[in-house]
């Protein structure tokens, strides 16, 4: 005789998250969420290891045929920096300088904005998919109002990246869906 009906399972698993409250700091790839008057999609996660157990992640996010950046950070309050990547090059004098010196001016001027030398971040990177690291720096960069910033990385002795971006709190991101 055969049994059509199954057991359920006593005790499935739990989510990381409470699906009544959903926080920024629950992302994770496939969740979707507005910011801007858009919906994103988180497509991958990063996690930065700067050493002393003190992580930070990043989400690639999508929306139509936009690429951003989204990295959370936690001081007294929760805060996501959006990025977007752009050419090195753009930087000018600066990116010159990087790549002669191996280490970060003080001060940056871009598209009209003076940005200036917030921290210097050694430390590892890797997909939150995958198990290897790879060691890099990471470079912040404010202007005055603190709300613009502009972010270096340098993955090997030549190989450097450009992003610029925004920061908001994390209450600039809502309606946060699990897929």
């Not at 910011?35 to 690639?60: I, P, Q, R």
Request: glycine share 6%; charged share 30%.
């Amino acid at each position: 005789m055969f049994n059509l009906f199954k057991k359920k399972d006593q005790n499935p698993p739990k989510p990381h998250y409470d699906p009544t409250n959903m926080k920024v700091t629950d992302l994770r790839i496939g969740f979707l969420f507005d910011y801007d008057l858009k919906t994103w999609e988180v497509t991958d996660e990063f996690e930065y290891d700067w050493g002393d157990n003190f992580f930070t992640y990043e989400y690639k996010i999508v929306s139509g045929s936009e690429t951003l950046y989204m990295r959370i950070e936690e001081d007294d309050r929760v805060y996501c920096i959006f990025t977007q990547k752009m050419p090195f090059g753009k930087l000018g004098d600066a990116a010159q300088y990087f790549k002669e010196h191996q280490t970060a001016p003080s001060s940056i001027e871009f598209e009209g904005m003076t940005f200036y030398l917030e921290r210097e971040n050694p430390g590892f990177f890797r997909s939150t998919q995958d198990e290897d690291s790879v060691e890099m720096i990471q470079w912040d960069y404010l202007d005055d109002s603190g709300k613009h910033m502009l972010v270096i990385h340098q993955w090997d002795t030549q190989d450097f990246e450009l992003s610029v971006g925004i920061i908001e709190t994390a209450d600039a991101v809502s309606n946060i869906l699990p897929r």
